[in-house]
Nanobody
Framework: QVQLVESGGGLVQAGGSLRLSCALSGRTFSAYVMGWFRQAPGKERDIVATISRSGGRTYYPDSVSGRFTISRDNARDTVYLQMNVLKSEDTAVYYC????????????????????WGQGTQVTVSS
């Protein structure tokens, strides 16, 4: 059974940085495409970043492109989300997600494409 545990959320001032981590246990981490999503109060859960199995391909929506960086360490079974130049609109609960994938060059961007989810970590950006 795959388990995902996020950490690193908190309160930060606008313009600041945070790094989120998500550790996967129960299965071979390198076999999974990983993603970060976020959900603000009253809004839908949206993609923030996603990364292929080896880390060679990544995707970001325009809202975070150039500010956020997703990376993974397959030796540590962990995916990271480095968030820079944070804005008040980045305030949300951030979720880590995983889906098993046989191909290396694939990533996913839709909620329904991911099978496993973490419990979420709160990120609050004060203006």
């Amino acid at each position: 059974q795959v388990q995902l545990v996020e950490s690193g959320g908190g309160l930060v001032q606008a313009g600041g940085s945070l790094r989120l981590s998500c550790a996967l246990s129960g299965r071979t981490f390198s076999a999974y495409v990983m993603g970060w999503f976020r959900q603000a109060p009253g809004k839908e859960r949206d993609i923030v970043a996603t990364i292929s199995r080896s880390g060679g391909r990544t995707y970001y929506p325009d809202s975070v492109s150039g500010r956020f960086t997703i990376s993974r360490d397959n030796a540590r079974d962990t995916v990271y989300l480095q968030m820079n130049v944070l804005k008040s609109e980045d305030t949300a609960v951030y979720y880590c997600a995983a889906v098993r994938e046989l191909r290396d060059s694939v990533y996913y961007t839709k909620i329904q494409e991911f099978d496993y989810w973490g419990q979420g970590t709160q990120v609050t950006v004060s203006s």
